[in-house]
């Protein structure tokens, strides 16, 4: 009873949702297998044309980066800014509401779901990938042990972060450009596009003020070796900062919004 | 001692706001600098009461209001004044002690899960509504048989017809037994058979567990089936709160009475008929007329006294007939 048995009945209900939708899904997968794919041979080509290494990373180093980066970015994806203003203009938010417990336990439970339905044809991707591109990384073992809290607190913050801006959806109609700037600003600031120390110094700074840098790229800087003690710990504190702040938006900007709904016809 | 009601309304008020503009591109552009806000009142100050185990049918025509009140009701919408209670709790709050206890069934939109079948939907519902486990299975087997569910459970819910699914809707609904259920539209859309059989599970549903409905539709066959009491709106305003009987003496103030004539005598006594009422209809050997409520008794007497009546019969206009009548005349 309790929590653990909605997030039990609720993992079957989204297994047996998408073991429906095999096709996308597997579609959807390729896509974040390919993503980091294009940008590792870019990068690689890059390196190799300018002497074996670009901003202190080779072509063996940059594959680690894009290889890691895959597996992070499937830990920590989520697709609730997508999903949130259908919910509200088709009234299943309504529904949500009418149930007594807070409807993030529902699309959390979604989202992990689905990740480890996906997660063996990761595995299976990056293994090849391995095999292809032979990269080379090799982080202390503290860095290894401290990439597992880096990689779930990246989830939570990234997870906490959309679900608080989905939320935009109960005050404009265009969430659509809400979800664009925010997914551009991503793609750079979270290095899935290049790593962040490849960016201007600007940008680096407004990646690691904002919650960006924690959000992805922290993870893979561990585990691939490229912090010190000290920047690792000041990245998990950044983490836990952002995840408490997240945590306490989440909570305020949905009692805002769900008034507003509730106002203005649900 | 008076049961303490379920469901208290007072002077229940709800208003939005409304951004408008006329149409074209001159005033599109002005609504960018300067918008007219109007507010729309969508409930203007109702009340009522329903004690436990009523089975009340909330009437009136599209744009009543109906839907904005259950939503108050539920808890959807807070309300722009006045007071709602429902089950001692103030249903915007959304306790959860209150949600466990309340369903509300909307018949044009569904919560079951689109993919899978109706009975995993229906466990994620044990586990969210705390149901223990006996209790779930004898509600989920009650509710089988109350509704004829028995194949449809196992099958995806995109492949049900729109009456199984509503059914379905219905048992995923009541699984956590609400004492208080409001049900818009549970009957929309459904074929004449799938809508006598929802009707007839409403009310053993009401019967067994002595839930209070408030239930909106646009079938009188509904209302007239399931509910002695009907509270009628119209522009937000209360038109009518009493029984579904008194709603025809209040508002009709005729009666029609239906004559059977012996063979051969309809032709030649339909220009008397027309003496004693109105004639609405007039098939092979029967006539229809209209008169007055409080002629009824006389006119029919003198019927039978002057004419070779084989069969004469008095009747209410249908409710449909009556409701009309009431929006017509209650209007603005």
Not at chain 1, 28 to 57: C, D, H, M, N, Q
Not at chain 2, 28 to 49: K, P, Y
Not at chain 2, 263 to 270: H, K, P, Q, S, T
């Amino acid at each position: 009873m309790g929590i653990r048995d909605v997030y039990r009945q609720q993992f079957r209900t989204t297994f047996a949702s998408f073991v429906q939708y095999r096709a996308s899904i597997f579609i959807w997968t390729i896509e974040r297998i390919l993503e980091p794919l294009i940008y590792l041979v870019v990068w690689s080509a890059v390196a190799k044309a300018t002497g074996g290494s670009v901003g202190g990373f080779s072509v063996s180093q940059f594959a680690a980066y894009f290889i890691v980066m895959m597996l992070v970015t499937q830990v920590t994806y989520t697709w609730v800014m997508y999903e949130y203003e259908y919910k509200i203009r088709h009234g299943s938010l309504s529904f949500a509401l009418l149930r007594p417990i807070h409807p993030v336990h529902t699309d959390l439970v979604d989202n992990i779901s689905s990740k480890l339905i996906t997660l063996p044809l990761m595995l299976l991707a990056a293994t090849v990938l391995v095999l292809v591109f032979k990269p080379t990384f090799s982080p202390p073992l503290w860095a290894a042990a401290l990439f597992v809290p880096a990689l779930l607190l990246a989830f939570s913050v990234k997870f906490v972060v959309e679900w608080t801006l989905a939320l935009s959806a109960f005050w404009t109609t265009r969430v659509s450009a809400v979800n664009q700037g925010y997914f551009v600003a991503a793609l750079f600031l979270s290095g899935q596009m290049a790593p962040l120390s490849l960016l201007p110094h600007s940008l680096q700074v407004a990646a690691s003020l904002l919650p960006f840098r924690w959000m992805i790229s922290f993870p893979v800087e561990l585990l691939l070796g490229r912090l010190n003690a000290r920047q690792a710990l000041i990245g998990l504190a950044a983490q836990g900062a952002w995840l408490a702040l997240g945590l306490l938006l989440l909570r305020t900007v949905w009692r805002a919004g769900v008034r507003v709904y509730s106002a203005v016809g649900a | 001692m008076e049961p303490s009601p379920s469901i208290q309304v007072k002077q229940l008020r709800k208003s939005f706001f409304v951004t408008e503009r006329e149409s074209g591109v001159g005033s599109a552009l002005a609504s960018l600098f300067r918008r007219r806000r109007e507010e729309v009142v969508a409930v203007g100050g109702i009340s009522f009461t329903l004690n436990p185990g009523e089975v009340v049918g909330f009437l009136g025509p599209n744009g009543a209001g109906k839907t904005t009140t259950l939503k108050m009701l539920s808890g959807l919408l807070q309300p722009t004044g006045g007071e709602v209670s429902v089950l001692g709790h103030v249903p915007w709050k959304r306790e959860k002690a209150f949600l466990r206890q309340i369903t509300l069934v909307m018949g044009q939109r569904n919560q079951l899960v689109w993919d899978i079948p109706a009975a995993d939907s229906f466990e994620l519902n044990r586990a969210i509504y705390r149901i223990p486990m006996a209790d779930y299975k004898s509600a989920v087997q009650e509710l089988t048989e109350l509704l004829e569910l028995g194949p449809l459970l196992r099958k995806p819910v995109r492949n049900l017809s729109l009456g199984e699914r509503m059914k379905c809707e219905l048992a995923a609904a009541l699984l956590h037994r609400p004492r208080v259920v409001f049900l818009d539209e549970p009957t929309i859309g459904l074929d004449v058979t799938m809508q006598r059989r929802v009707r007839a599970f409403i009310a053993q549903y009401n019967q067994r567990f002595g839930a209070t409905v408030l239930l909106t539709s646009h079938y009188m066959a509904d209302v007239e089936a399931l509910c002695r009491r009907v509270v009628v709106i119209h522009h937000g305003k209360l038109l009518f709160d009493g029984e579904l009987a008194a709603l025809r003496g209040q508002f009709t103030a005729h009666k029609t009475i239906v004559v059977k004539l012996e063979d051969g005598e309809a032709d030649g006594a339909l220009g008397r008929l027309g003496s004693y009422g109105e004639v609405i209809s007039r098939e092979e050997g029967s006539v229809t007329l209209r008169v007055p409520r409080e002629d009824t008794p006389r006119v029919t007497g003198r019927i039978l006294a002057d004419l070779p009546v084989i069969d004469l019969t008095v009747e209410d206009p249908p409710i449909e007939e009556v409701i009309e009548r009431v929006f017509a005349g209650g209007g603005s």
